[in-house]
Structure formats: C-alpha cells, structure tokens
Antibody, heavy 120, light 107 residues
C-alpha cells in the first residue's frame, strides 16, 4: 500500500525556518519524481516544487525560489523541503505527492499534509 | 508560464444531474492535463490524467475530454459522494499550474 507521511510543520515566526519531511513507502521511491503542493486556508492548490527521481533536476514556483530547497534521500525513501525566510503568505497545508514518472508528470497519490503557520 | 482558468467557480446541482467543468489554458499544451477531486479536510485525489484517461478505481461516470487549450471534466450522473471541489492541473511544462477550483454544491 502506498503511503506518504508528511511531518515537520508547525507555528513559526516570520523570517523563520522549518524542514518538512515526507516519508514514503509502498512503491519504488527512486522511480518517481516527488512534489510539494501547498494550500493556504480556504484557498486553492499551488504547486511548489518538483524533484526528479534521481534528484538530478529540480523545479520551483517563483513564489518560493531562493527561499525553499527541495531534496530527497533515496536510501531513506524520504522527501524534504527546507523552508526559509518564511512569510505570512506561506501559511498553508503542505502536501507531498508522487509524480507518475521519474521526470515529473501528474500527481497520482498525495499525503495527508502538514500545516505550516507563519505568525508572530 | 501556462495559466489555467476554470469555470464555473461554483456549480449547484442535484443528484442524478449531468455536469461539466471547463478548464482553459493560456497556451496550447497537447493533452497534458489532470483533474483532481478534493473533499474538505482531505488530500486531493487523482481522477483523470492525459486529459481523458480514467485513473484506476475511479467510477466511470467521470470522464475527461479536450486538447490544446480547452478541457472538460464531465460527471454523467451525480452521486452524493461527488459533491466536492475539483481542480485541473497542467503538467505540460514547469511551473506546473492548477486551476482555481470548482466547488460542486448540492442544489
């Protein structure tokens, strides 16, 4: 059974940092690109970042470029997102999601998400 | 960047109705479009990929069509479980983008 379990969210002050994790199981992790998608309270879905299966290519939304860093450890079947210089508009549920192919593609399974709240 | 515009934003319908949601892309993107369903407090669920391919386990009352810049999600006969928010997403090119969502409400 495919499982994605996000962790690392919480309450952080503006300008602060967090490291989000997504522990994956039930599929061949390095055969799939992995993604972070976020959803602000009461709002729609926003794609944040993708990392290919090998980790050789990385893509970011302009809204997070230079502040967020995606990475993966294929030996641990874990996806990460280092989030720095947080702002109030980064407040959201952060979902990790599996890409169908090693290079990207649609998101065929999502975790339950972890909530990041940026507030003083 | 490819912008995705969904319509309508809200749709009121009854059980048994046939409904359609449209997604328009700001530039041609072949058929690299997916549709997701999201219920309150839950993660999104993939319904359709490559514009018209039904994900395994998704009821056949869901269908997708279109290519290029205009795409449609159709539910042939609404069931109580279908009242949710629906999103389209293009995966033709980075940055991936979602439509703003369509909330399907019970009339």
């Amino acid at each position: 059974e495919v499982q994605l379990v996000e962790s690392g969210g919480g309450l952080v002050q503006p300008g602060g940092s967090l490291k989000l994790s997504c522990a994956a199981s039930g599929f061949t992790f390095n055969n799939h690109a992995m993604n972070w998608v976020r959803q602000a309270p009461g709002k729609g879905l926003e794609w944040v970042s993708t990392i290919t299966g090998s980790g050789g290519a990385i893509y970011y939304a302009d809204s997070v470029k230079g502040r967020f860093t995606i990475s993966r450890d294929n030996s641990k079947n874990t996806l990460y997102m280092q989030v720095n210089s947080l702002r109030a508009d980064d407040t959201a549920v952060y979902y990790c999601a599996i890409g169908r192919s090693p290079y990207g593609s649609y998101l065929d399974y999502w975790g339950l998400g972890t909530l990041v709240t940026v507030s003083s | 960047d490819i912008q995705m515009t969904q319509s309508p934003s809200t749709l009121s319908a009854s059980v048994g109705d046939r409904v359609s949601i449209t997604c328009r892309a700001s530039q041609s993107m072949s058929s690299w479009l997916a549709w997701y369903q999201q219920k309150p407090g839950k993660a999104p669920k993939l319904l359709i990929y490559k514009a018209s391919s039904l994900e395994s386990g998704v009821p056949s009352r869901f269908s997708g069509s279109g290519s290029g810049t205009e795409f449609t999600l159709t539910i042939s006969s609404l069931q109580p479980d279908d009242f949710a928010t629906y999103y389209c997403q293009q995966y033709n090119s980075y940055p991936y983008t979602f439509g703003q969502g369509t909330k399907l409400e019970i009339k």
